[in-house]
Structure formats: C-alpha cells, structure tokens
C-alpha cells in the first residue's frame, strides 16, 4: 500500500508520515495529524493538501494534482 510523506519542514527532504492509504485524493483528510521526523526528529503536524503518496519507495512521490488523468476514474 503506498505511503503518505511530506517535505521536511526543516531538511525539505521527502519524509514518510507513517501511514498508508490506497486513496489517490488527499483533500479529505482535513484534520491534523502529526509524527515524529525521522530525517530531524522533531513532531511537524501535517494534512491531506500537504502530503504526497509515494507509491512504492523507488518511485518519487506524486501529488494528487499530478495524478490527474492517469485513469483513476
């Protein structure tokens, strides 16, 4: 199942959240959520518009606007 990361606020290096989703649009988690770095080890709180899903780790994350027409209808 792919990842969630986001960018680093502090390195802006790609990290994972910790969670997993099958879901291609983001936007529904609206609630904050937050993990500890594992590039910086501080807590960053992050949500859906923020993150990317980084389908397998050799693969560079895309952003769901960047998934548009790839035939996920």
Do not use: K
């Not at 960018?7 to 910790?18: A, H, K, L, R």
């Not at 649009?25 to 959520?33: F, G, K, P, Y």
């Not at 960053?44 to 993150?51: D, F, L, V, Y």
């Amino acid at each position: 199942m792919p990842r969630i990361i986001i960018s680093c606020p502090v390195t802006g290096q790609d990290v994972p959240t910790g969670h997993r989703t099958q879901d291609i649009d983001l936007s529904s988690m609206t609630e904050a959520r937050s993990f500890r770095c594992p590039v910086c080890h501080e807590v960053h709180a992050w949500q859906g518009r923020e993150a990317r899903i980084e389908f397998d780790e050799t693969t560079p994350a895309a952003h769901p606007a960047d998934l548009t027409g790839l035939g996920a209808d």
